[in-house]
């Protein structure tokens, strides 16, 4: 353990690129949640996903969201913003 401290190669803290798992099951949500609660409320929505980095070396971590992603009171997980149109992450960005 010592070692390690002593090595500033092993103290950087490194972004990790990761890419994104969408579950049908979130689609599914999203279209019924965007048709009979959101309608056409653009405001960002708080979501859920899952990050995970435990697949072999040479494979992305990933960020998954599944049906359950707009269930933000239940287990512990990341969290994030939907922008539910494209107007509004265009408007967001700038």
């Given at each position: 353990?010592?070692?390690?401290?002593g090595?500033?190669a092993?103290?950087?803290?490194?972004?990790?690129?990761?890419?994104?798992?969408?579950?049908?099951?979130f689609?599914?949500?999203?279209?019924?949640?965007?048709l009979?609660?959101?309608?056409?409320?653009?405001a960002?929505?708080?979501?859920?996903?899952?990050?995970?980095?435990?697949?072999?070396?040479?494979?992305p971590?990933?960020?998954?969201?599944?049906?359950s992603?707009?269930?933000?009171y239940?287990?512990?997980?990341?969290?994030?913003?939907?922008?539910?149109?494209?107007?509004?992450?265009?408007?967001?960005?700038?």
């Amino acid at each position: 353990m010592a070692a390690a401290m002593g090595d500033p190669a092993l103290c950087k803290l490194q972004f990790a690129p990761f890419s994104s798992a969408l579950d049908v099951g979130f689609w599914h949500e999203l279209t019924q949640k965007k048709l009979n609660e959101y309608r056409l409320d653009e405001a960002p929505k708080n979501i859920k996903g899952y990050y995970y980095n435990g697949d072999s070396a040479g494979l992305p971590a990933r960020l998954t969201l599944e049906f359950s992603a707009f269930d933000i009171y239940g287990s512990p997980s990341s969290q994030g913003l939907l922008l539910t149109t494209l107007s509004s992450s265009t408007n967001s960005s700038s």
